[in-house]
């Protein structure tokens, strides 16, 4: 087994040791937050438990890039990079990026958690989760200033790939909702639609330039 | 797009990092045009075949011809 094939295979077994960790994690506290729910009589639809479910997958992966920054001798062993001197080269982009993923994943958190599903207040859910989207902006425009070419380049094509997906998933479903062939979205849907297809279109433009292959 | 940078690289004994610290991009950059899942843009290109001193072409191999489209 060559070098690689060892870096590889210890990062593969660690990111399903933490995969593993954050799923138990996230079914416990689920479970916590539904109990709550029934207690203080919370409405928790299937809409807002997909909006959370989303927005914890933004703030886990913001989190995962922020302590491997932060310890770069960890994060080569948990982001796609070759060592840890690599992490400190793309440090300033990857920070603002994890940034950028914290504050949007807070930003729909937030919002889901408005009442009656949660105990925020609408007024105060809509402006915590306005701030933190115009911040995630900031961020990611930093980040943007900090990328390559390669870094640039995913980032349009992930913009043109999230234009097309929302186009066709929301655009359809409303299409469909209008002939009466199914349930409007809800609003919280539509907002839960964006942040998934985005994820989804910034998986896509990665994965077409090779860099969703373990290195 | 083939190219011939990992050869050149290669040939001068560096590693993807080193390419990648010499022209100012980040590894991931030289991976993907080595593996021809990126076409740098003409500034890159130029400043890669500036650092091997060869020629665009030399690095980048284009195998259309003049006539390649026509129709007929």
């Known amino acids: 087994m060559t070098d690689k094939d060892q870096r590889i295979s210890r990062k593969l077994v660690t990111i399903a040791a933490l995969s593993l960790g954050a799923g138990v994690i996230g079914y416990f506290g689920g479970y916590a937050f539904g109990e709550t729910s029934v207690e203080t009589g919370y409405e928790l639809s299937m ?17 995962l890039v922020l302590v491997g920054t932060a310890v770069p001798k960890f994060g080569e062993n948990v982001l796609n990079v070759e060592d840890a001197e690599e992490i400190e080269e793309m440090r300033a982009m990857v920070l603002n990026s994890a940034f950028a993923l914290g504050s949007w994943g807070a930003a729909l958190l937030v919002i889901a958690l408005a009442e009656p599903a949660g105990p925020i207040s609408p007024l105060h859910s809509f402006l915590v989760s306005a701030a933190g989207i115009v911040l995630g902006c900031y961020f990611a425009a930093v980040s943007y200033r900090h990328s390559d070419e390669l870094m640039m380049a995913v980032n349009r094509e992930a913009a043109v790939w999230a234009y097309g997906l929302v186009f066709c998933v929301i655009g359809g479903w409303a299409m469909a909702a209008h002939a009466d062939l199914l349930a409007p979205p809800a609003p919280l849907d ?10 989804l279109a910034t998986c896509i433009a990665a994965g077409r330039r090779g860099m969703l292959k373990l290195r | 797009m083939e190219n011939r940078l990992k050869y050149h690289r290669e040939q001068h004994g560096w590693s993807q990092g080193e390419l990648a610290r010499r022209l100012g991009v980040s590894r991931q950059t030289i991976n993907a045009v080595e593996t021809d899942k ?3 843009s003409l500034p890159l290109a130029l400043r890669m075949a500036k650092l091997f001193a060869v020629s665009v072409p030399d690095l980048f191999v284009d195998h259309w011809e003049p006539g390649d489209d026509d129709d007929d």
């Open chain 1, 47 to 63: 809409s807002v438990i997909i909006a959370l479910a989303v927005a914890v997958m933004y703030l886990t992966t913001a989190g």
């Open chain 1, 190 to 199: 539509v907002m839960t639609g964006f942040y998934a297809l985005v994820l």
């Open chain 2, 38 to 40: 990126y076409d740098p």
